[in-house]
């Protein structure tokens, strides 16, 4: 059973656009939302991250919107620049000190000039 | 520079061969991740460890894939025999158990069976 939703599976947008990438999740037990993301041939990195008890987490052009009542979070970028083609990957876990991540299935971005 | 070193990068090996992945998890991290990544199922967890004890295996074939950390700075996944359905890329992970969510990635090891 998916625990995390991601969509959607591509999106193209072009430079300076703001992109939008939605994840909903079932487990209300999740209480840490990381964004990951993944350029080709490297390993996923943390992007950004978001707990429920705040509704919008803004790091530099990135930010996190998060709907606790609707069990749904979304990344937007700001700006976007073709640097930011990447796969974009939302997870979510249970904290504590042994927290595995449920990944989504990934978001392929294409910024185009 | 503290990484996440993986090796092999790339394998090919036949279908029925043994094979072997190590993974150095970032110093002082004492929680590893192996997760499988392929275009069908994304990533998937195929087992974690905390200060070198097995937690959770539960996504793993048990009847070919095997995870150890024979100590602090190696961890190993192996598959034997191994299947063209394992062609994937295989991801070790560490993070701190105090900070949860963040995990640290390795390049990956891209593994073809044929």
């Known amino acids: 059973q998916q625990q995390v939703k991601q969509s959607p599976q591509s999106l193209i947008v072009q430079k300076g656009g703001i992109p939008i990438i939605n994840c909903a999740y079932e487990?209300?037990?999740?209480?840490?939302f990381p964004w990951y993301q993944q350029f080709p041939g490297k390993g996923p990195a943390l992007l950004i991250a978001?707990?429920?008890?705040?509704s919008e987490k803004k790091e530099g052009r990135f930010t996190i919107s998060f709907n606790k009542s609707a069990k749904q979070f979304s990344l937007h970028i700001m700006d976007s620049q073709p640097g930011d083609s990447a796969t974009y990957f939302c997870a979510a876990s249970m904290g504590g000190t042994a927290s595995k991540l449920t990944f989504g299935t990934g978001t392929r971005l294409q910024v185009t000039l | 520079d503290a990484r996440v070193t993986q090796t092999p990068r790339h394998k090919v090996t036949e279908m029925g061969q043994e094979v072997t992945m190590r993974c150095q998890p970032i110093l002082g991290h004492n929680t590893v991740f192996w997760y499988r990544q392929t275009m069908m199922q994304g990533l998937e967890l195929l087992a974690y460890f905390r200060n070198r004890a097995p937690l959770d295996d539960s996504g793993m074939p048990k009847d070919r894939f095997s995870a150890e950390m024979p100590d602090a700075t190696l961890a190993t996944l192996k598959i034997q025999p191994s299947e063209p359905r394992d062609s994937a890329v295989y991801f070790c992970?560490?993070?701190?158990?105090?900070?949860?969510?963040?995990?640290?990635f390795g390049e990956g090891s891209r593994l073809t069976v044929l």
């Open positions: 978001i707990r429920p008890d705040v």
């Open positions: 487990n209300t037990a999740f209480d840490y």
């Open positions: 992970a560490s993070g701190r158990g105090n900070n949860p969510g963040e995990l640290f």
